[in-house]
């Protein structure tokens, strides 16, 4: 089992910066690809970021490509999602996940979910 317990959340100015953090515990979490998804009621998970055990290899998708910086320390079994320029579009629950099976890269797959993290952004 892999824990993971998001925080950071909360209301910021359009433009403004933010950076969530995911606690992971457990099964060696160090050891799994990890992501960030967001969710905004009524729509599908969206994924904005993953990072590999090393913390070198990351992938962000098009659409928050040079906001969203992803990063992690295992020592202290912590994961970052540093956004920038945010967005009312942005405003949406924040998720971490962790893939402990092979899916490919960026994983396909995650198996296990924090409880999210809200994030507001507005003018």
């Known amino acids: 089992q892999v824990q993971l317990v998001e925080s950071g959340g909360g209301w910021v100015q359009t433009g403004g910066s933010l950076r969530l953090s995911c606690a992971a515990s457990g099964r060696t979490s160090s050891s799994y690809d990890m992501g960030w998804f967001r969710q905004v009621p009524g729509t599908e998970r969206e994924f904005v970021a993953a990072i590999a055990p090393n913390g070198i290899n990351t992938y962000n998708p098009r659409s928050v490509k040079g906001r969203f910086t992803v990063s992690r320390d295992n020592a202290k079994h912590m994961m970052y999602l540093q956004m920038i320029y945010l967005q009312p579009e942005d405003t949406a629950v924040y998720y971490c996940?962790?893939?402990?099976?092979?899916?490919?890269?960026?994983?396909?797959?995650?198996?296990?979910w924090g409880q999210g993290t809200q994030v507001t952004v507005s003018s």
């Open positions: 996940a962790a893939a402990t099976s092979d899916s490919g890269w960026p994983p396909r797959q995650y198996e296990y």
